[in-house]
């Protein structure tokens, strides 16, 4: 409900009709079998527009909905594993991994030590190494190994520019002079 005396008017093609009073704007409006709609109330005198308001709301929804399935939404998601993980959960937990980057997503890798397994951090910087390289073909190592407490994690995130996208350089080299990386002799050292 527009509640001032007089407004600016713009017509359904854009151009300026002028200021006009309420009743004069609604018959304009009425005149075309259209609305009268407050475009910009905190103006000095408030913008109206006469338009067909069912179509404006129609098309602010089309809008808005393309604007927000552009918008990616990358979240953080976790896989934690223990110290004494065997093959095939091992590999199960990559495979969720790879899921999990494909979709999109960072995944927070965590190693939980238990006890006695705290003294022994350099097997858990394996673990990690060597999901880092079994992922290289598809992710980065966005933030290296760090101990926090009991847990040790670094965070992996999907290869910028698709899912199995490599350089001419890497393509080219070994499998194994690819790095992972990062070094687990070389965080070791970095820990202690």
């Known amino acids: ?10 017509d359904y093609e854009g151009n300026q009709l002028g200021i006009l009073t309420i009743n004069e704007a609604l ?12 475009v910009s109330p905190n103006a000095d005198p408030p913008v109206c527009r006469i338009l067909d308001y ?5 098309e602010q929804s089309k809008k808005d909905r393309e604007a927000k399935s552009k918008r990616k939404c ?5 896989v934690k594993f223990r110290l004494k993980i065997d093959t095939h959960d091992y590999e199960t937990k990559v495979r969720i991994i790879k899921r999990l980057l494909e979709h999109g997503d ?21 673990i990690l190494a060597r999901v880092a390289k079994d992922l290289n073909e598809i992710a980065v190592v966005e933030h290296k190994p760090k101990k ?9 995130a999907p290869r910028p520019g698709g899912k199995h996208t490599e350089t001419r350089e890497e393509a080219t080299q ?7 990386g990062f070094d687990a002799e070389d965080e070791e050292q970095e820990l202690s």
């Open 74 to 78: 990358q979240e953080l998601k976790e």
């Open 1 to 10: 409900m527009i509640r001032t005396p007089k407004v600016r008017v713009i």
């Open 106 to 126: 960072k995944v927070k890798v965590t190693i939980m030590f238990r006890g006695r397994e705290l003294s022994y951090t350099t097997q858990g910087l394996k």
């Open 54 to 58: 069912g179509k404006f709301k129609y």
């Open 27 to 38: 018959t304009k409006a009425a005149e075309d079998a259209l609305d009268l709609v407050e």
């Open 174 to 180: 070994p499998d194994n002079e690819k790095g992972a």
């Open 148 to 156: 926090e407490g009991r847990n040790m994690h670094m965070i992996i």
